[in-house]
Nanobody, 118 residues
Framework: QVQLVESGGGSVQAGGSLRLSCAAS????????MGWFRQAPGKEREFVSA????????VYADSVKGRFTNTRDYGRMTVYLQMSSLKPEDTAVYYC???????????WGQGTQVTVVS
């Protein structure tokens, strides 16, 4: 069992920055790859980025590449999504999630709202 708790959402003007955090806990949490997803109103949930605890190389969706940075602090079992040059289309509820195979995300956080105003 893995528990995920996000924090750091809020409202920001276009061009601004926000940092999201996701704290993971549970006996096997370190075995999982951590992903970030988002869901905007009326749209399907979409993948944003993923990073492994053992491998610091993150992967990104094309829509956020170059603007978002996904990092992890293994000692704190926390992943961070640093979002810069935010656009109104980045407005969504952001979720962190955990997967063993980078295909099926078995555990999800509660989500945190990010609103970018123009």
């Amino acid at each position: 069992q893995v528990q995920l708790v996000e924090s750091g959402g809020g409202s920001v003007q276009a061009g601004g920055s926000l940092r999201l955090s996701c704290a993971a806990s549970g006996r096997s949490a370190s075995r999982y790859v951590m992903g970030w997803f988002r869901q905007a109103p009326g749209k399907e949930r979409e993948f944003v980025s993923a990073i492994g605890w053992a491998d610091p190389m993150a992967v990104y969706a094309d829509s956020v590449k170059g603007r978002f940075t996904n990092t992890r602090d293994y000692g704190r079992m926390t992943v961070y999504l640093q979002m810069s040059s935010l656009k109104p289309e980045d407005t969504a509820v952001y979720y962190c999630a955990a997967t063993l195979d980078r295909l099926t995300y078995a555990y999800w956080g509660q989500g945190t709202q990010v609103t970018v105003v123009s």
